[in-house]
C-alpha cells in the first residue's frame, strides 16, 4: 500500500498554487506554513515551515496529496509534528534543487529513518545564515 502511494506520488506533475499577491503566507494549521513568491527572474518559489499535515487545522485539500512543488523545506525540530512532512516533499518533489533546511543532529536523524539522501539538505546550526539566491535562511534559537 506504502509503495503503491509512493508511486502514485512520484507520477504527479508539479502542482503549484496560483499567487494571490506579490509574496503569499498560508497557515497549514499547528506551526505549519508556506510562503511562496516569484523570484527576481520570475521562478515560482515556495519555502515550507514545520508541515506537518495530519494536524486538525491543515486544509482537506493540503491533506490530500503532500506538496510536491518545494523549493525549501524548513524544520524547526526533528520531533515528529514539526519535522514529519518535510522529508516526503523532499523525497516526491519536483523542484530539482529542493532543500531540507535543518540542523546537522536532526538532519542525521531525518536520513537514517527516512532514508533521504544527503546532497537534500542544507544542514545549518542556530546563529548561522545560507543564501539560497532566492531566499536568505539564518537559524535563530527558538525558546
Known amino acids: 500500500m506504502a509503495m503503491q502511494k509512493q508511486k502514485e506520488m512520484m507520477e504527479q506533475p508539479l502542482k503549484e498554487e496560483a499567487l494571490k499577491g506579490k509574496v503569499d503566507l498560508k497557515w497549514m494549521g499547528h506551526a505549519g506554513f508556506k510562503i511562496h513568491f516569484l523570484d527576481a527572474e520570475n521562478v515560482h518559489r515556495n519555502i515550507y515551515i514545520d508541515v506537518w499535515a495530519d494536524n486538525k487545522d491543515c486544509s482537506p485539500e493540503d491533506k490530500k496529496d503532500c506538496p510536491n512543488d518545494a523549493d525549501l523545506c524548513l524544520v ?10 518535510a522529508p516526503f516533499m523532499i523525497a516526491t518533489g519536483k523542484k530539482e534543487t529542493r532543500k531540507l533546511i535543518c540542523t546537522s543532529e536532526t538532519g542525521l536523524f531525518i536520513t537514517s529513518i527516512r532514508g533521504i539522501a544527503p546532497s537534500f539538505f542544507g544542514k545549518m546550526q542556530p546563529g548561522g ?4 539566491g532566492f531566499a536568505k535562511i539564518t537559524m535563530v534559537h527558538g525558546e
Open 129 to 132: 545564515s545560507k543564501d539560497f
Open 76 to 85: 524547526s525540530s526533528g520531533d515528529t509534528m514539526t519535522s514529519f512532512h
